[in-house]
């Protein structure tokens, strides 16, 4: 018997009194998930495996908390030769069992980074389960808020691994959280039942590459994010992930209408950044638009400023497995978030992390601590 059912997943960022709410689309709690509850938390003990050369980083954002609401999961990684197809077989001696969700995963990332985050979910009282939670201790991620139920099964997947490609296969407390002005952010892999209400309480979104259109029907990305930032008045930015292309931002601007302000088409601005990329640059860089008046023909304006993230460039001999990648980004953002990082050091800063995941087996094992020297360019 199953006892999980489908909920959008979400994470929240804060320094008390205000945290922020994480929501991601793509995970599942148990029904009667458990009460949000919100305490004093300092965190400024450093994370488990971190090393004393933390003392040469900026200090870690003080009285900051992340809250994640979503799927903790099992993950039940094989490695293929290629994928099979339609009727055939085919063998593996390569299969690890990790950590996965998309919220277990992003706050695992968050933990690392040095963050105290907490994971609302729920398991059962099983081998699985058991496994789960254990995984959440070992990396410091506050279990104190998972309902664990005595019946029914804790999720798990299968994930399948292209030995080839390095590819995969695979709302109370969001509503509590807005009215206590806690930041929300969701992350938007697919479009489900639900999700809109969710989106309109939305203080920053992050969508995976085929969301933006399949939510708006919009001819681009860029012409969809317009239309997002249209719908949802409360959402300050968007970020959709493009894989190995980095990723594409809209910030809003809050400031007051300026008549002088130039008006500028979504589709050009977008071709006019991507021509200031250096294409030999191998790390993470954010190239950025000034603030302007941003319209996508036949959907509308916003004033704001386009940014574009590269990814690194992985030698195809240390590219082991994509999953998680996103999550990864995600987790990132959200330790950006709290440590008050601007855009143009956030994005750079989301697209090292999730780099490091994809050099390791599964979801979480080459989540990279706060301490990686990979990390140091970003964090000083």
């Not at 040095?114 to 081998?127: F, M």
């Not at 389960?129 to 309902?147: C, H, N, P, Q």
């Not at 979504?266 to 950044?273: F, H, K, Q, R």
Request: hydrophobic fraction near 40%; proline fraction near 8%; include cysteine.
């Amino acid at each position: 018997m199953s006892i999980l059912k489908p909920y959008p997943p979400s994470y929240l960022a804060f320094k008390f009194p205000k945290p922020i709410l994480h929501f991601s689309t793509s995970s599942s709690l148990l029904t009667n998930p458990p009460p949000l509850v919100f305490s004093s938390f300092h965190s400024k003990d450093s994370m488990p495996g971190t090393s004393s050369s933390s003392s040469a980083l900026p200090p870690l954002p003080e009285d900051r908390v992340v809250v994640g609401c979503g799927m903790a999961c099992v993950d039940y990684v094989a490695v293929v030769d290629a994928f099979p197809v339609p009727d055939e077989k085919v063998r593996t001696e390569n299969v690890r069992v990790l950590g996965g969700g998309n919220c277990g995963n992003a706050l695992t990332c968050a933990a690392r980074l040095g963050l105290k985050p907490r994971i609302i979910t729920k398991v059962a009282e099983d081998g699985n389960g058991k496994t789960i939670l254990a995984e959440f201790d070992r990396d410091g991620v506050d279990t104190s808020y998972v309902a664990i139920s005595k019946e029914g099964s804790s999720m798990f997947s299968f994930v399948i691994v292209d030995d080839q490609t390095k590819t995969r296969i695979d709302f109370a407390v969001a509503g509590e959280a807005a009215q206590m002005n806690i930041p929300i952010v969701i992350d938007a892999e697919r479009v489900i039942p639900g999700l809109d209400d969710l989106l309109h309480l939305a203080s920053y979104v992050v969508c995976a590459e085929n969301f933006p259109q399949a939510w708006t029907a919009a001819p681009s990305i860029a012409c969809a994010l317009v239309s997002l930032l249209l719908q949802f008045p409360r959402t300050k930015f968007v970020i959709v992930t493009l894989g190995s292309n980095g990723c594409i931002m809209l910030e809003r601007s809050f400031s007051g209408e300026d008549p002088n302000m130039k008006t500028k088409d979504i589709e050009n601005l977008v071709g006019s950044l991507k021509l200031r990329i250096e294409k030999t640059q191998p790390t993470p860089i954010c190239i950025s638009s000034p603030i302007m008046r941003l319209s996508a023909d036949g959907i509308g304006t916003v004033n704001g400023r386009l940014l574009l993230g590269t990814a690194e460039t992985i030698a195809p001999s240390e590219l082991v497995d994509t999953t998680g990648a996103g999550d990864a980004f995600v987790g990132a953002v959200l330790y950006a978030l709290c440590a008050g990082m601007s855009p143009e050091k956030m994005l750079p800063f989301a697209a090292q992390v999730a780099a490091a995941s994809c050099r390791e087996m599964g979801a979480r094992p080459g989540l990279p601590q706060r301490t990686d020297p990979r990390l140091a360019p970003f964090l000083h």
